[in-house]
Nanobody, 116 residues
Framework: QVQLVESGGGLVQAGGSLRLSCGSS????????MGWYRQAPGKERESVAT???????FYADSVKGRFTISRDDVKNTVYLEMNSLKPEDTAVYYC??????????WGQGTQVTVSS
């Protein structure tokens, strides 16, 4: 069964930090551009950060300087370190391969709630 498993979310006050993890026993991350996405209530899913196999990373303007994406292909895991969290970061966070042709079914995601 193809499955992505996100974890690490929770409730945090504004200014706080969280570290999200995404892993899979059935989806290979190595060799693929991986990304973190988020979907807030009533909004479309949006890209937050991406990381290439070589480690090159790109970030949405809204999280630049606050979030850091990283990967460990040996552990088949992608991470998202989130600092200086804001209420507008509240969303369900997902990971997936970035290229459309390589995309796999979305996982359940992990809820991040930032209180003001």
């Amino acid at each position: 069964q193809v499955q992505l498993v996100e974890s690490g979310g929770g409730l945090v006050q504004a200014g706080g930090s969280l570290r999200l993890s995404c892993g899979s026993s059935s989806v290979t991350f190595g060799g693929y551009v991986m990304g973190w996405y988020r979907q807030a209530p009533g909004k479309e899913r949006e890209s937050v950060a991406t990381i290439a196999s070589g480690g090159g990373a790109f970030y949405a303007d809204s999280v630049k300087g606050r979030f850091t994406i990283s990967r460990d292909d040996v552990k088949n895991t992608v991470y998202l370190e989130m600092n200086s969290l804001k209420p507008e970061d509240t969303a369900v966070y997902y990971c997936n391969r970035v290229q459309q042709w390589a995309r796999v079914p979305w996982g359940q995601g992990t809820q991040v709630t930032v209180s003001s």
